[in-house]
């Protein structure tokens, strides 16, 4: 997956079309080459194979209902697919430095929350340190499962805020993921694919708790259907984006 969108990113940037390049303007601290394509792809599988783990995890966490469990095969894809998502994520933070023109302020950038060029602006540094702050917690709560024969409840506790990493991951994307920043398909995929993760972790929460996810599960929706509508909700508009 990870080659496929390796070569459709580099078409769109051999024909002018990669949003990356029309974003220059405004980030020039990107050079658009081969390893930041790279990245670029490695961080957009790991978006997916997070997807796919969330999802297993959720579903597979205890019986659905009254004498209805999920199928056995779910923790192990769920440990598998976690595992791939930090060997991606691994690639996407570390592979822009092999470039001809490494990100600008250095490994801090990648590794320091917070310690990236003042230039960048509030935004954009908020959104880099979401991700790396991500990548710490993927480390360190991720392989806790292996922990949860001695350390159940520890375990159980740890692996829900692990949950948050997906989060700050998402929200690394949305704020400043080049294909996903502007308004566009991408960008409404990610958001829509958000909902069926809300409905199944209502589904998990107790009764108090379901309202709210419910309602965020409803707004998400309303937030993918304008943006699918074109209207730019939480993007910049650019043409021919997505």
């Given at each position: 997956m990870c080659a496929l969108l390796d070569m459709w990113l580099s078409g769109r940037a051999a024909t002018g079309r990669d949003t990356a390049e029309q974003l220059a303007p405004l980030y020039s601290y990107i050079g658009v080459g081969p390893t930041y394509i790279l990245a670029r792809a490695a961080g957009m599988t790991a978006l997916v194979?997070?997807?796919?783990?969330?999802?297993?995890?959720?579903?597979?966490?205890?019986?659905?209902?009254?004498?209805?469990?999920?199928?056995?095969?779910?923790?192990?894809?769920?440990?598998?697919?976690?595992?791939?998502?930090?060997?991606?994520?691994?690639?996407?933070a570390t592979v822009p430095y092999h470039g001809v023109f490494p990100p600008l302020g250095g490994w801090s950038t990648a590794t320091v929350p917070f310690a990236?060029?003042?230039?960048?602006?509030?935004?954009?540094?908020?959104?880099?340190?979401a991700g790396i702050i991500a990548v710490y917690l993927m480390v360190l709560l991720g392989p806790t499962y292996y922990?949860?024969?001695?350390?159940?409840?520890?375990?159980?506790?740890?692996?829900?805020?692990?949950?948050?990493?997906?989060?700050?991951?998402?929200?690394?994307t949305l704020v400043l993921g080049s294909d996903f920043l502007v308004a566009g398909h991408l960008r409404t995929i990610l958001i829509g694919a958000?909902?069926?993760?809300?409905?199944?972790?209502?589904?998990?929460?107790?009764?108090?708790?379901?309202?709210?996810?419910?309602?965020?599960?409803?707004?998400?929706?309303?937030?993918?259907?304008?943006?699918?509508?074109?209207?730019?909700?939480?993007?910049?508009?650019?043409?021919?984006?997505g």
């Amino acid at each position: 997956m990870c080659a496929l969108l390796d070569m459709w990113l580099s078409g769109r940037a051999a024909t002018g079309r990669d949003t990356a390049e029309q974003l220059a303007p405004l980030y020039s601290y990107i050079g658009v080459g081969p390893t930041y394509i790279l990245a670029r792809a490695a961080g957009m599988t790991a978006l997916v194979t997070a997807w796919l783990a969330v999802a297993a995890g959720l579903w597979g966490a205890r019986p659905l209902r009254a004498g209805v469990h999920a199928p056995s095969r779910l923790p192990g894809a769920h440990r598998a697919l976690s595992l791939v998502t930090i060997a991606l994520v691994a690639a996407h933070a570390t592979v822009p430095y092999h470039g001809v023109f490494p990100p600008l302020g250095g490994w801090s950038t990648a590794t320091v929350p917070f310690a990236q060029p003042y230039a960048w602006g509030t935004t954009a540094q908020w959104g880099e340190s979401a991700g790396i702050i991500a990548v710490y917690l993927m480390v360190l709560l991720g392989p806790t499962y292996y922990l949860a024969r001695r350390w159940r409840h520890g375990w159980r506790t740890a692996h829900r805020v692990a949950l948050a990493t997906y989060l700050l991951a998402v929200a690394h994307t949305l704020v400043l993921g080049s294909d996903f920043l502007v308004a566009g398909h991408l960008r409404t995929i990610l958001i829509g694919a958000q909902i069926p993760l809300l409905i199944l972790l209502a589904r998990r929460v107790p009764r108090r708790a379901a309202f709210a996810v419910w309602t965020g599960a409803v707004g998400v929706a309303a937030i993918t259907i304008v943006g699918a509508l074109g209207s730019g909700l939480g993007g910049f508009p650019l043409q021919g984006a997505g």
